[in-house]
């Protein structure tokens, strides 16, 4: 076992017993690197990543490949998850110096942290042009030993170059009409009109932008926008990216029609895309947004929930295909042959020609990826309910793919957002209560005595390294929609602190632009700060979203500001480029409807008329509402604040811009106040 063995990490964890004498980053590994005259081998990735595992394989636990690292090099291996700054910092460098990126992820420091060399996967042996890590490694110690000034002079370069690339967005005006109606536009040139979605192969599950095409729709009543979101969510529901039998989504899709995934299933994407489709289904009424929705809820809490009450990172894409064998997609698979098997000749062909299983198959071997196809003819429902749970059944036989145990911070935050609110909508209480469980859990293991957030947690044992800004923000989103669904007030409280957090360490108060990392956070070579969504929303754009909702909330005016001023990024980008801010253009949505805040009082939470006002305050569409609830005289929320019941009855207040309408006891009244 090497030093990885006493880490939290799963990934770190799963290569603990490599032949490598790996360090974990830290102070002590460059330190190392330093007193031997070494350079540092960087190797970043995640427990999940296929060709992580693949490159693991094939040369860390290589014996041959360990010693020569061992002898030349101080290897230091890094869960991307775990310190997404440090993963963001050098993936920046990968891909100024090679125009692409991705994991694993291989960087050659100097003992002073200095990228000079750098690279993705390298096989065993050359193919496909790639030279082979082994000579990747004889190269960089040959230019380490006989021509260090030249790696000296390379290294700084790139830091000054990393140094050099701030952000420069105009200035902190928040975006108007015209910015989000160009970006629309982009969206709707970017758009896949025949199979959903934007852009080309791989295609992946565009959940922010969806967020956005929905608020936009709900406030402006562009149908275009409601389309293409609709849509989207059709054809990936539809897809192979969709689980079938089990619900939730893979992490995206090989092809542009998403038939094909990468069979790796996040955390985050399921949050995500169950909030996107309750949403759909709170617009429209449709039937495919609300059982996905549901299937995608019940997967999270089914497969990812911990011990603790919280929320595990991932389940592998690969697993045991039954010969000891680990296969990308073993588990979700099936062929003619295997449906027979189970279901026998004529249910098989039921099976086969509802999911679209072929021959000649859809994936690997003959195998096919379950899908809904379109089709004219129409299925017995109770059938096609019967052949689901047998495959479901069967399919549990099978050996299962490993689950990344981790709770990460920010991912929980996106999770309790989508469970409270897919709970309220559906009349699912065990989902809000799976969404306050895991809010204990941040609230007791995460949160210290200043209510800084810890990133992540495993097995009740929180881990060392601190909350990064989307943790603080997404983590405040969450405990904002918890406490819109269950009126407890404790959950808006909690959200402050974080916020102020937020204030404090993390924005830069000349730009009001925001860092990735806190101000007294560990100094890399350099402060990481991106504003643009990868796979999660951004930090900078949830933390805007996060301060619009606590401010409407509670009228602080600092926290509206810093909303305001974040979000002038969003007008430099979302006209350029709104693929990748579809967060900030779901916020400055909101921003520009208000947000409305409504706030519901009744004799008791419990009272029937109290209920249903309540349910149409959280079922309305109006971009970023806030919900308040609770009896006359309460303190649980500032909008509860001088709010009597009308006539003995519970009423709904609705505010915008400083305006107040008239209070209502009417749920009609209520739901076109909101309508967007």
Same mark, same amino acid.
């Given at each position: 076992?090497?030093?990885?063995?006493?880490?939290?990490?799963?990934?770190?964890?799963?290569?603990?017993?490599?032949?490598?004498?790996?360090?974990?980053?830290?102070?002590?590994?460059?330190?190392?690197?330093?007193?031997?005259?070494?350079?540092?081998?960087?190797?970043?990735?995640?427990?999940?990543?296929?060709?992580?595992?693949?490159?693991?394989?094939?040369?860390?636990?290589?014996?041959?490949?360990?010693?020569?690292?061992?002898?030349?090099?101080?290897?230091?291996?890094?869960?991307?998850?775990?310190?997404?700054?440090?993963?963001?910092?050098?993936?920046?460098?990968?891909?100024?110096?090679?125009?692409?990126?991705?994991?694993?992820?291989?960087?050659?420091?100097?003992?002073?942290?200095?990228?000079?060399?750098?690279?993705?996967?390298?096989?065993?042996?050359?193919?496909?042009?790639?030279?082979?890590?082994?000579?990747?490694?004889?190269?960089?110690?040959?230019?380490?030993?006989?021509?260090?000034?030249?790696?000296?002079?390379?290294?700084?370069?790139?830091?000054?170059?990393?140094?050099?690339?701030?952000?420069?967005?105009?200035?902190?005006?928040?975006?108007?009409?015209?910015?989000?109606?160009?970006?629309?536009?982009?969206?709707?040139?970017?758009?896949?009109?025949?199979?959903?979605?934007?852009?080309?192969?791989?295609?992946?599950?565009?959940?922010?932008?969806?967020?956005?095409?929905?608020?936009?729709?709900?406030? %402006? !009543? *562009? @149908?275009? &926008?409601?389309?293409? /979101?609709?849509? =989207?969510?059709?054809? +990936?529901? #539809?897809?192979?990216?969709?689980?079938?039998?089990?619900?939730?989504?893979?992490?995206?899709?090989?092809?542009?029609?998403?038939?094909?995934?990468?069979?790796?299933?996040?955390?985050?994407?399921?949050?995500?895309?169950?909030?996107?489709?309750?949403?759909?289904?709170?617009? %429209? !009424? *449709? @039937?495919? &947004?609300?059982?996905? /929705?549901?299937? =995608?809820?019940?997967? +999270?809490? #089914?497969?990812?929930?911990?011990?603790?009450?919280?929320?595990?990172?991932?389940?592998?894409?690969?697993?045991?295909?039954?010969?000891?064998?680990?296969?990308?997609?073993?588990?979700?698979?099936?062929?003619?042959?295997?449906?027979?098997?189970?279901?026998?000749?004529?249910?098989? !062909?039921?099976?086969?020609?509802?999911?679209?299983?072929?021959?000649?198959?859809?994936?690997?071997?003959?195998?096919?990826?379950?899908?809904?196809?379109?089709?004219?003819?129409?299925?017995?429902?109770?059938?096609?309910?019967?052949?689901?749970?047998?495959?479901?059944?069967?399919?549990?036989?099978?050996?299962?793919?490993?689950?990344?145990?981790?709770?990460?911070?920010?991912?929980? !935050?996106?999770?309790?957002?989508?469970?409270?609110?897919?709970?309220?909508?559906?009349?699912?209480?065990?989902?809000?209560?799976?969404?306050?469980?895991?809010?204990?859990?941040?609230?007791?293991?995460?949160?210290?005595?200043?209510?800084?957030?810890?990133?992540?947690?495993?097995?009740?044992?929180?881990?060392?390294?601190?909350?990064?800004?989307?943790?603080?923000?997404?983590?405040?989103?969450?405990?904002?929609?918890?406490?819109?669904?269950?009126?407890?007030?404790?959950?808006?409280?909690?959200?402050?602190?974080?916020?102020?957090?937020?204030?404090?360490?993390?924005?830069?108060?000349?730009?009001?632009?925001?860092?990735?990392?806190?101000?007294?956070?560990?100094?890399?070579?350099?402060?990481?700060?991106?504003?643009?969504?990868?796979?999660?929303?951004?930090?900078?754009?949830?933390?805007?979203?996060?301060?619009?909702?606590?401010?409407?909330?509670?009228?602080?005016?600092?926290?509206?500001?810093?909303?305001?001023?974040?979000?002038?990024?969003?007008?430099?980008?979302?006209?350029?480029?709104?693929?990748?801010?579809?967060?900030?253009?779901?916020?400055?949505?909101?921003?520009?409807?208000?947000?409305?805040?409504?706030?519901?009082?009744?004799?008791?939470?419990?009272?029937?008329?109290?209920?249903?006002?309540?349910?149409?305050?959280?079922?309305?569409?109006?971009?970023?509402?806030?919900?308040?609830?609770?009896?006359?005289?309460?303190?649980?929320?500032?909008?509860?604040?001088?709010?009597?019941?009308?006539?003995?009855?519970?009423?709904?207040?609705?505010?915008?811009?400083?305006?107040?309408?008239?209070?209502?006891?009417?749920?009609?009244?209520?739901?076109?106040?909101?309508?967007?």
């Amino acid at each position: 076992m090497n030093r990885l063995a006493h880490e939290t990490s799963p990934y770190l964890l799963q290569h603990a017993d490599n032949p490598v004498d790996w360090w974990p980053w830290s102070a002590e590994a460059f330190d190392e690197a330093r007193k031997t005259n070494k350079p540092v081998l960087l190797s970043v990735g995640y427990s999940s990543c296929h060709w992580c595992h693949v490159m693991a394989h094939e040369s860390f636990e290589d014996r041959a490949t360990a010693d020569y690292l061992n002898e030349h090099f101080v290897s230091v291996k890094v869960d991307r998850e775990e310190r997404p700054d440090v993963d963001a910092v050098y993936m920046e460098a990968v891909q100024a110096a090679t125009g692409q990126g991705g994991w694993p992820m291989t960087v050659f420091l100097t003992p002073d942290a200095e990228p000079f060399y750098f690279g993705t996967y390298f096989p065993p042996a050359p193919r496909h042009g790639m030279p082979s890590f082994r000579q990747v490694l004889e190269g960089v110690r040959s230019a380490w030993t006989d021509r260090r000034d030249e790696v000296a002079e390379v290294a700084g370069k790139i830091v000054r170059d990393l140094a050099g690339r701030e952000i420069s967005y105009g200035g902190p005006d928040a975006p108007g009409e015209e910015e989000l109606a160009q970006a629309l536009l982009g969206l709707t040139r970017e758009y896949d009109a025949q199979r959903g979605g934007f852009g080309g192969a791989p295609k992946f599950p565009p959940s922010m932008a969806l967020e956005f095409l929905l608020r936009h729709h709900a406030r %402006t !009543g *562009s @149908e275009g &926008a409601l389309q293409m /979101a609709a849509d =989207t969510c059709e054809r +990936m529901a #539809r897809g192979g990216i969709y689980d079938q039998l089990g619900g939730g989504f893979a992490r995206y899709s090989v092809d542009r029609e998403w038939v094909v995934p990468h069979f790796e299933k996040m955390l985050y994407d399921n949050a995500l895309l169950c909030r996107v489709y309750a949403h759909l289904w709170r617009t %429209t !009424g *449709s @039937e495919l &947004a609300r059982r996905v /929705a549901l299937e =995608t809820a019940d997967f +999270m809490v #089914r497969e990812l929930r911990t011990n603790e009450g919280g929320f595990a990172s991932a389940l592998d894409a690969d697993s045991d295909d039954g010969s000891g064998r680990h296969v990308e997609g073993a588990h979700y698979v099936w062929t003619p042959a295997q449906l027979v098997e189970v279901l026998g000749e004529e249910d098989a !062909g039921v099976a086969a020609e509802h999911f679209g299983v072929t021959e000649e198959g859809t994936f690997e071997h003959g195998s096919s990826v379950l899908q809904l196809p379109q089709q004219d003819g129409l299925f017995d429902a109770e059938k096609v309910e019967s052949v689901k749970q047998r495959l479901l059944a069967a399919r549990a036989g099978r050996p299962a793919p490993g689950r990344d145990d981790k709770v990460v911070a920010a991912w929980n !935050g996106l999770a309790i957002a989508a469970l409270a609110e897919t709970g309220a909508y559906f009349d699912r209480p065990d989902l809000v209560e799976a969404a306050v469980s895991a809010a204990d859990l941040l609230v007791r293991l995460h949160l210290d005595e200043q209510t800084r957030l810890a990133r992540t947690s495993k097995d009740g044992r929180v881990g060392a390294n601190a909350g990064v800004l989307e943790d603080y923000a997404d983590v405040a989103e969450g405990f904002l929609a918890l406490a819109s669904v269950t009126g407890e007030g404790v959950w808006l409280e909690f959200a402050g602190f974080l916020l102020d957090h937020v204030i404090a360490r993390f924005t830069d108060s000349e730009s009001g632009g925001l860092y990735d990392t806190a101000a007294d956070a560990e100094r890399l070579i350099r402060r990481p700060q991106d504003p643009t969504d990868n796979a999660t929303p951004s930090g900078w754009t949830a933390a805007a979203g996060a301060l619009l909702g606590y401010a409407a909330h509670t009228g602080s005016e600092p926290h509206r500001t810093a909303a305001e001023r974040a979000l002038g990024v969003v007008k430099a980008l979302g006209p350029r480029v709104p693929r990748f801010i579809g967060w900030g253009l779901a916020v400055a949505e909101a921003l520009l409807d208000g947000p409305r805040e409504v706030a519901i009082v009744g004799p008791a939470l419990d009272e029937e008329d109290t209920r249903a006002l309540h349910r149409t305050a959280l079922l309305g569409t109006a971009p970023g509402a806030v919900v308040a609830l609770g009896t006359p005289g309460s303190d649980e929320f500032p909008l509860l604040a001088d709010r009597p019941l009308v006539d003995g009855r519970a009423a709904a207040y609705v505010c915008r811009n400083f305006t107040c309408d008239a209070p209502t006891t009417d749920r009609d009244r209520l739901r076109a106040a909101l309508a967007g």
